[in-house]
């Protein structure tokens, strides 16, 4: 018997990054958009919210490499309900994050908004209980601030380039700092505090409302993270502490070097040894944010691919086994009936599906993958199983009316004739097919419910500039409020989706 059989009845979601909402701070926040966001999915009577992770980002403002996989990001912090200054914004983009100019901007007055705290600590309360939030968190809190704010001390570099008497956890914890330095993790504790009040503000509003959020647990964890300056002994690391290998995957639909993410690998042996105490913790505080999680890369509990650290690209690594099915029965004695989703794409071997169909979870299904003209293709309506998920597309692809536009005549043609459409609302067909598929959940973009082309595409894999910055604009969001009664409520009505 599988060990989670959760995913019993058929519903659907929409996908879209809280940055990319409508906000005046220049980047989408758990502010009056996010509320305005979760009145229209209500209104198009779906059950799921799936965004990114949301924790803080890094060099290249990825979501999927954070400096924690427990705090979250402090750009998504609504300024206005704090009484910010929101017109130091006003000149910035509002269709596109431009993170160069808006992160000082808001580096700098949410700084101002903290000191007022300190000054007033009993003004915290309006959020909550700030002292027990610091019990509630103490596994990571303390741990994260004093990384952020040893990172700020040694200029942002990263924790294994610090003086050595920093380098070790352990024995940095127990240092005495001077004043600034304890300063800087109280206000970081702070700050921690006021994104989970603001963020579980608005997931109470959601659920009030029939929406449950979907989140995103990268499998791999940044090199420059609270994670690995503080668990160090569960990574593939040498003794100067840098990576001996990285992860990454050969080459693929995305790149013919394949992907180096550059993540150090796990020790999965002395993780088990541990009985993957850091991992359930982990799940555990993803389940405080989230209702379901999807875990990305799940190919990578079965096996991973390894890749020498000093390798330029991945075509030059090897298959490791990872921890197999004794993780997710780890996971089912401490968590239960944890809803999880596994990201189960790309080229999958029989091991990878063994271990999926033991654990139970649904896998994912993307429909722009589909139409190659080979009848038998596993993400072809017809083709896909109940205990899943259906996309059109992720974060990680084109939009559909960009992939269509772009698309060999052959995957057009075979498109159009298989959907019984003349191709000139690609976008609609292909919500109209995921909905109407076996798949028991479906989730939608919302870009791919506006219909926008390529120039809404929100990562690129491969690439490193020009992602996660679209956004969706006021016009745009009033628009998805009229499509929520003429397109999608009909379709997740019909569908048997409410």
Known sequence: MALFNWLKNRSA??????????????????????????????????????VCPLGPTGYGNSPYQCYSSFAGNPSMIDLESLGGNLEIFKNLNRAKVDFDRFAPLHAAELDRIIETFLNNKSALD???????????????????????????ENGGNAWY????????????????FPPNIRKSVEKI?????LFFAQWQELRHYARQRGIEIIGDAPIFTALDSADVWQNPEIFQLDKKQKPLAVAGVPPDYFSATGQRWGNPLYDWKALKKQKYAWWIERLRACF??????????FRAFCDYWRIPADSPDARNGEWIKGPGLEFFETVRKSLGEARLIAEDLGDLNDD??????????????????AFGGD??????????????????????????????????????DFFRRYLWTDGNAPHCAMINAALKSHAKMAIVAAQDILGLGSEARFNEPGTSEGNWCWRLRDEELQELKTLAGTLVRPLVEISGRC
């Open 13 to 50: 979601g929409v996908l879209l990054h809280p940055t990319a909402l409508p906000s005046d701070q220049g980047i989408g926040c758990f502010g009056k958009g996010a509320y305005r966001f979760v009145d229209v999915l209500s209104e198009m009577r779906v059950r799921y919210w799936q």
């Open 126 to 152: 309006k959020w909550g209980d700030f002292e027990k939030f610091k019990r509630d968190n103490q596994y990571w809190l303390h741990g994260y601030a004093l990384y952020m704010a040893l990172k700020e």
């Open 161 to 176: 380039e610090w003086p050595d008497e920093f380098k070790n956890f352990k024995n940095a914890v127990k240092k005495t």
């Open 189 to 193: 504790e702070i700050i921690q505090f």
């Open 288 to 297: 405080k944010l989230y209702d379901v999680v999807r875990i990305d890369h």
């Open 352 to 369: 990878v599906r063994k271990l999926l169909a033991d654990t139970g979870l649904p896998g994912m299904n993307v429909l722009i993958f």
């Open 375 to 412: 009848p038998k293709n596993l993400y072809l309506p017809h083709n896909i199983k109940s205990n899943s998920i259906v996309y059109p597309g992720t974060h990680d692809n084109d939009t559909v009316a960009g992939w269509y536009a772009r698309a060999p005549e052959h995957e057009k």
